[in-house]
């Protein structure tokens, strides 16, 4: 506002360049920049239905100031519960991520699609674009180095390579040379 009225002065030709330091300085001291008071003093006004509008309006703008904190706290409290949901989520989310992609490359090597000393190439490839590796594997031929593990036997015990054989050989070998006669005698074709 001084600004505004310094510049009107000039253009009016009342104010001087040499005088317009004086000049600003007095309007420094009226501070007219200053915000007026917003809050009118009601004990001072005469007129008592004006005296006892603007106390009601100071109540009112009381009574609202009190709500504009409470939500604005409200507020605050909201998004802080809803940044730590987010974290937590999204904590979640990515151990759900992570068991995901240990499953698969576990399931890699076991399918022998990768070899021991790739997983931890596969693991980061995995992490990278799950949905690639998945198919990927899918697809992948078995490695040529990949030895199955040896599945375990009735009793739970591992098997070992040529350990598959039951304790009466001889019986086995009867037994499975009657079923080879039956199979056979059902698929031959019948004479009649």
């Not at 300085?25 to 603007?54: F, G, H, N, W, Y």
């Not at 009112?60 to 949901?85: G, I």
């Amino acid at each position: 506002m001084k600004t505004k009225l310094l510049d009107l002065l000039k253009k009016l030709g009342v104010l001087t360049d040499d005088k317009l330091e004086s000049v600003s300085k007095e309007l420094d001291a009226l501070e007219l920049d200053k915000k007026p008071e917003t809050r009118i003093d009601a004990s001072r006004v005469a007129d008592p239905q004006m005296k006892e509008l603007i106390e009601m309006i100071q109540n009112q703008n009381a009574v609202l100031a009190e709500q504009v904190k409470s939500l604005t706290h409200s507020l605050a409290e909201e998004k802080t519960q809803r940044d730590n949901a987010m974290k937590i989520q999204q904590t979640e989310a990515k151990k759900a991520q992570d068991a995901k992609n240990a499953e698969l490359v576990a399931r890699a090597l076991k399918e022998g699609k990768i070899v021991k000393a790739g997983e931890e190439q596969f693991k980061s490839f995995v992490e990278k674009d799950f949905g690639f590796a998945e198919n990927w594997l899918k697809t992948a031929p078995v490695d040529k180095s990949f030895k199955p593990e040896a599945k375990a036997n009735d009793r739970g015990e591992p098997a070992a390579p040529g350990a598959a054989k039951p304790a009466n050989m001889k019986a086995y070998m009867d037994n499975r040379a009657e079923t080879t006669q039956e199979l056979v005698a059902a698929l031959s074709p019948s004479k009649n």
